[in-house]
DNA sequence: AGGTGGACCCGAACGC
DNA sequence: TGCGTTCGGGTCCACC
């Protein structure tokens, strides 16, 4: 599934050969992209644009262009962004949108379970719906545990729930959540507001590390994820829980379980990542590393 | 008012 | 073998 590593490795691929091109020609054949507006005429209004940036909040992907006007790109589960050259890009059943740029090439858009969903927003609209929908930048260099705390406090839900709410922090989704919470070793039920300030603080280690992770692999390709020159991403290859359910814990060798938290299949380390806080001696956080087996 | 669960999708995996 | 059922996941929205 398409999270911050993935959407970001989209957008650094897109970035070089859409910045300065103008939408020439588009097509758009699946009118849940675009709804509730109509298709034909989002292409109609894209023709002519030309691409300032290629931007990116959270999960979503914002091509800016001159005129002001944003095209918010949301991959959801199974959206990807393909670029070649005209004509050159095989049939595809799963193929919704074609933009053909001013350099004899294309980019089009597939998506099998058909969630994605673009929009097309006037200069005025971009940043209000955005800052709505998503929080923090959390690979931003002025990111702090700090600012993760004050989202969580009070908050009674699962952890885990909190962090995939886009407004704690953006980019996290099913799998980076899992593993960040590993990586912090914290229980993904934890009620948010009880984790302590060490808590707190690993967390917002264990999502950037998670996030960085994925990010040098070019996200990673279960199924359906594809950079836009058809490769996949290699960070499955690294996941610790995510996945994982039976095998052992690479810190514990306790076998990873699968439980069901905010509706989403979550896994985790039952021995080092415990529900009930582990008891410290006098020093802060001694740690596990050989724990019963 | 914050939290939860269903709806939206469709291909793959599963079960009989 | 074949066919029906279940699963999954990001976000929105109705409902507690």
Known sequence: MPELPEVETVRRRLAPVLEGRSFVDVQINDARLTRPFDPVEVA????????????????????????GRALLV???????????????????????????????????????????TWLLLEPAEVDGYV??????????????????????????????????????????????????LWRAQIHPLRPASGLDSAEVKALHRGIRQALQGGLRRQGSTLRDYRLPDGGTGSAQHEFKVYG???????????PIDKIRVAGRGTWYCPSCQPYAARR?????????RHSSV
């Not at 930048?137 to 009070?154: C, I, M, N, S, T």
């Not at 994982?244 to 306790?254: I, K, M, Q, S, V």
């Open 44 to 67: 109609r209004e894209l023709e002519g644009e030309r691409v300032a940036l290629v931007d990116r909040r959270g999960k979503y992907l914002i091509v800016r262009f001159e005129s």
């Open 244 to 254: 994982r359910g039976g095998e052992p814990c690479d810190r514990c060798g306790t």
């Open 131 to 180: 800052d709505a929908r998503v929080g923090r930048e959390p690979l931003a260099a002025d990111y702090r545990a700090k600012h993760l705390g004050e989202e969580l406090e009070g908050r009674r839900a699962p952890i885990k729930a909190a962090i995939l709410d886009q407004r704690t922090v953006a980019g996290v989704g099913n799998i980076y959540a899992d593993e960040a």
């Open 74 to 116: 949301h991959l959801r589960m199974t959206g990807s962004v393909l670029h070649g050259r005209r004509g050159q890009l095989p049939d595809d059943p799963h193929r919704r949108a074609v933009v053909r740029l001013d350099d004899e090439s294309d980019v089009t858009y597939r998506d099998v379970r058909r969630f994605g």
């Open 280 to 288: 410290s001696s006098s020093r802060p956080s001694r740690s596990r």
